[in-house]
Protein backbone atom coordinates (compact mmCIF):
# COMPACT_ATOMS: atom_id res chain seq x y z
CA UNK A 1 0.00 0.00 0.00
CA UNK A 2 1.56 3.34 -1.36
CA UNK A 3 1.47 6.45 1.06
CA UNK A 4 1.80 9.74 0.37
CA UNK A 5 4.47 10.30 -2.90
CA UNK A 6 4.80 13.12 -4.08
CA UNK A 7 6.84 14.72 -7.40
CA UNK A 8 9.73 16.03 -7.70
CA UNK A 9 11.48 15.69 -4.78
CA UNK A 10 13.82 18.23 -5.53
CA UNK A 11 13.04 21.50 -7.62
CA UNK A 12 15.60 24.79 -8.49
CA UNK A 13 14.07 27.26 -10.23
CA UNK A 14 14.76 31.46 -10.60
CA UNK A 15 12.74 34.25 -9.06
CA UNK A 16 9.69 35.17 -11.14
CA UNK A 17 9.02 31.45 -12.64
CA UNK A 18 6.27 29.70 -12.05
CA UNK A 19 6.54 25.95 -10.47
CA UNK A 20 3.99 23.14 -10.36
CA UNK A 21 4.18 20.23 -7.61
CA UNK A 22 2.25 17.06 -7.38
CA UNK A 23 0.92 14.86 -4.93
CA UNK A 24 -1.01 11.03 -4.77
CA UNK A 25 -2.71 10.42 -1.75
CA UNK A 26 -2.72 7.08 0.39
CA UNK A 27 -5.11 4.73 -1.13
CA UNK A 28 -8.51 4.99 0.27
CA UNK A 29 -7.77 8.96 0.29
CA UNK A 30 -10.49 11.35 -1.24
CA UNK A 31 -8.46 14.48 0.71
CA UNK A 32 -5.36 16.77 0.06
CA UNK A 33 -3.95 19.13 2.33
CA UNK A 34 -1.04 21.33 0.98
CA UNK A 35 1.80 22.70 3.82
CA UNK A 36 4.71 24.96 3.56
CA UNK A 37 7.85 24.02 5.70
CA UNK A 38 10.67 26.86 5.72
CA UNK A 39 13.88 25.50 7.35
CA UNK A 40 13.83 25.50 11.19
CA UNK A 41 9.99 25.91 11.29
CA UNK A 42 6.87 23.87 11.54
CA UNK A 43 5.06 22.98 8.26
CA UNK A 44 2.18 26.08 7.56
CA UNK A 45 -1.24 25.50 6.05
CA UNK A 46 -1.67 26.57 2.42
CA UNK A 47 -5.12 24.92 1.34
CA UNK A 48 -6.83 21.43 1.49
CA UNK A 49 -9.12 20.22 -1.46
CA UNK A 50 -11.77 17.57 -0.89
CA UNK A 51 -13.76 16.87 -4.09
CA UNK A 52 -12.04 19.04 -6.38
CA UNK A 53 -12.63 22.22 -5.19
CA UNK A 54 -10.83 24.09 -2.25
CA UNK A 55 -12.39 23.77 1.09
CA UNK A 56 -9.67 25.71 2.95
CA UNK A 57 -6.80 27.77 2.80
CA UNK A 58 -4.64 29.63 5.20
CA UNK A 59 -2.75 33.19 4.71
CA UNK A 60 -0.98 32.66 1.05
CA UNK A 61 -1.46 35.08 -1.40
CA UNK A 62 -3.30 34.39 -4.73
CA UNK A 63 0.08 33.51 -6.44
CA UNK A 64 -0.49 29.83 -4.63
CA UNK A 65 -3.15 28.12 -6.25
CA UNK A 66 -4.17 24.78 -6.53
CA UNK A 67 -6.28 21.82 -8.38
CA UNK A 68 -7.22 18.77 -7.45
CA UNK A 69 -8.32 15.60 -10.11
CA UNK A 70 -10.92 12.91 -10.06
CA UNK A 71 -8.47 10.61 -8.79
CA UNK A 72 -7.94 12.45 -6.10
CA UNK A 73 -4.29 13.50 -7.07
CA UNK A 74 -3.34 17.49 -6.44
CA UNK A 75 -1.05 19.90 -8.04
CA UNK A 76 0.18 22.88 -6.22
CA UNK A 77 1.07 26.22 -8.41
CA UNK A 78 3.30 28.75 -7.44
CA UNK A 79 3.44 32.28 -10.01
CA UNK A 80 5.91 34.46 -9.84
CA UNK A 81 8.19 32.74 -7.56
CA UNK A 82 9.78 34.42 -4.83
CA UNK A 83 13.39 34.06 -3.31
CA UNK A 84 11.24 33.39 0.15
CA UNK A 85 9.12 30.63 -1.51
CA UNK A 86 11.88 28.25 -1.25
CA UNK A 87 10.95 25.96 1.13
CA UNK A 88 9.74 22.16 1.59
CA UNK A 89 6.32 21.82 0.50
CA UNK A 90 4.45 19.21 1.87
CA UNK A 91 1.51 16.88 0.44
CA UNK A 92 -0.94 15.41 3.26
CA UNK A 93 -3.60 13.28 3.03
CA UNK A 94 -7.00 11.67 4.60
CA UNK A 95 -10.19 10.15 4.65
CA UNK A 96 -12.38 12.90 4.57
CA UNK A 97 -12.29 16.63 5.11
CA UNK A 98 -14.09 15.59 8.70
CA UNK A 99 -12.20 17.60 11.74
CA UNK A 100 -10.49 14.40 13.18
CA UNK A 101 -9.36 12.84 10.27
CA UNK A 102 -5.22 11.80 10.70
CA UNK A 103 -2.82 13.53 8.01
CA UNK A 104 -0.44 11.54 6.30
CA UNK A 105 2.42 13.27 4.88
CA UNK A 106 4.63 12.69 1.94
CA UNK A 107 8.16 13.54 2.24
CA UNK A 108 7.88 16.57 0.14
CA UNK A 109 9.40 18.59 -2.63
CA UNK A 110 12.29 20.96 -2.04
CA UNK A 111 11.92 24.16 -3.66
CA UNK A 112 15.28 26.12 -3.81
CA UNK A 113 14.48 30.17 -5.97
CA UNK A 114 17.69 31.57 -7.08
CA UNK B 1 -3.35 35.43 16.30
CA UNK B 2 -3.68 32.10 17.39
CA UNK B 3 -0.67 30.13 17.63
CA UNK B 4 1.06 26.75 19.16
CA UNK B 5 4.35 26.92 21.01
CA UNK B 6 7.05 24.50 22.32
CA UNK B 7 9.01 25.47 25.50
CA UNK B 8 12.22 23.61 24.42
CA UNK B 9 13.97 23.94 21.33
CA UNK B 10 16.38 20.82 21.88
CA UNK B 11 15.83 17.83 24.25
CA UNK B 12 18.85 15.77 24.88
CA UNK B 13 18.64 12.10 26.93
CA UNK B 14 20.60 9.00 27.24
CA UNK B 15 19.31 5.86 25.99
CA UNK B 16 16.87 4.27 28.04
CA UNK B 17 15.79 7.20 29.41
CA UNK B 18 12.16 8.65 29.60
CA UNK B 19 11.68 11.91 27.33
CA UNK B 20 9.17 14.58 27.73
CA UNK B 21 8.18 17.30 25.22
CA UNK B 22 6.41 20.02 26.04
CA UNK B 23 3.57 21.96 24.41
CA UNK B 24 1.45 25.19 24.85
CA UNK B 25 -1.30 26.23 22.55
CA UNK B 26 -3.58 28.96 22.72
CA UNK B 27 -6.17 28.54 21.03
CA UNK B 28 -8.97 27.45 22.82
CA UNK B 29 -11.48 26.50 20.44
CA UNK B 30 -9.20 23.63 19.33
CA UNK B 31 -10.59 20.26 20.06
CA UNK B 32 -8.09 17.47 18.18
CA UNK B 33 -4.59 17.34 18.90
CA UNK B 34 -1.65 15.38 17.47
CA UNK B 35 1.84 14.67 17.86
CA UNK B 36 4.28 14.37 14.85
CA UNK B 37 8.03 13.04 14.47
CA UNK B 38 9.88 14.40 11.53
CA UNK B 39 13.02 12.92 10.27
CA UNK B 40 15.77 14.61 8.19
CA UNK B 41 14.40 14.12 4.21
CA UNK B 42 11.27 13.33 5.56
CA UNK B 43 7.58 14.44 6.18
CA UNK B 44 5.96 14.41 9.46
CA UNK B 45 4.73 11.12 11.16
CA UNK B 46 2.10 10.48 12.53
CA UNK B 47 2.84 9.40 16.35
CA UNK B 48 -0.30 9.66 18.69
CA UNK B 49 -3.56 11.67 18.79
CA UNK B 50 -6.18 12.78 21.20
CA UNK B 51 -9.44 14.59 21.09
CA UNK B 52 -9.99 17.21 23.60
CA UNK B 53 -13.19 15.10 25.86
CA UNK B 54 -9.64 12.97 26.76
CA UNK B 55 -6.92 13.55 29.11
CA UNK B 56 -4.64 11.06 28.69
CA UNK B 57 -3.58 8.52 26.05
CA UNK B 58 -1.31 6.17 25.47
CA UNK B 59 0.33 4.14 22.45
CA UNK B 60 3.59 1.76 22.34
CA UNK B 61 5.96 3.52 24.51
CA UNK B 62 4.38 7.37 24.07
CA UNK B 63 1.58 8.96 26.00
CA UNK B 64 0.16 12.33 25.32
CA UNK B 65 -1.63 14.28 27.92
CA UNK B 66 -3.65 17.08 27.59
CA UNK B 67 -4.32 19.58 30.51
CA UNK B 68 -7.15 22.12 28.85
CA UNK B 69 -7.28 24.11 32.00
CA UNK B 70 -3.36 25.70 31.21
CA UNK B 71 -3.55 24.75 27.26
CA UNK B 72 -1.09 22.63 28.09
CA UNK B 73 0.36 19.51 25.96
CA UNK B 74 2.66 16.94 26.34
CA UNK B 75 4.40 13.93 24.74
CA UNK B 76 5.80 11.46 27.19
CA UNK B 77 8.45 8.50 25.10
CA UNK B 78 9.28 5.78 27.40
CA UNK B 79 12.77 4.22 27.36
CA UNK B 80 14.00 6.23 24.55
CA UNK B 81 16.17 4.76 21.24
CA UNK B 82 18.69 6.27 19.17
CA UNK B 83 15.51 5.98 16.76
CA UNK B 84 13.80 8.37 18.79
CA UNK B 85 16.28 10.89 17.33
CA UNK B 86 13.83 13.54 15.21
CA UNK B 87 11.91 17.24 15.49
CA UNK B 88 9.46 16.41 16.84
CA UNK B 89 5.73 18.85 16.27
CA UNK B 90 2.78 19.04 17.98
CA UNK B 91 -0.61 20.06 15.81
CA UNK B 92 -3.69 21.65 16.85
CA UNK B 93 -6.67 21.22 14.81
CA UNK B 94 -9.82 24.15 15.20
CA UNK B 95 -10.70 24.57 11.46
CA UNK B 96 -7.65 23.86 10.02
CA UNK B 97 -4.00 21.83 11.43
CA UNK B 98 -1.59 24.08 13.03
CA UNK B 99 2.09 23.35 13.74
CA UNK B 100 3.86 24.09 16.72
CA UNK B 101 7.63 25.27 15.50
CA UNK B 102 9.08 21.94 16.87
CA UNK B 103 11.41 20.35 19.18
CA UNK B 104 14.34 18.37 18.55
CA UNK B 105 15.18 15.14 20.23
CA UNK B 106 19.04 14.21 20.42
CA UNK B 107 19.52 10.94 21.73
CA UNK B 108 22.68 9.32 23.27
CA UNK B 109 23.73 5.96 23.00
Known amino acids: DAGVTQSPTHLIKTRGQQVTLRCSPK?????VSWYQQALGQGPQFIFQ???????QRGNFPDRFSGHQFPNYSSELNVNALLLGDSALYLC?????????????FGSGTQLSVL | GESVGLHLPTLSVQEGDNSIINCAYS??????FIWYKQESGKGPQFIIDIRSNMDKRQGQRVTVLLNKTVKHLSLQIAATQPGDSAVYFC????????FGKGTMLLVSP
Open chain 1, 49 to 55: YYEEEER
Open chain 1, 27 to 31: SGHDT
Open chain 2, 91 to 98: AEKASTLT
Open chain 2, 27 to 32: NSASDY
Open chain 1, 92 to 104: ASSRGSGANEKLF
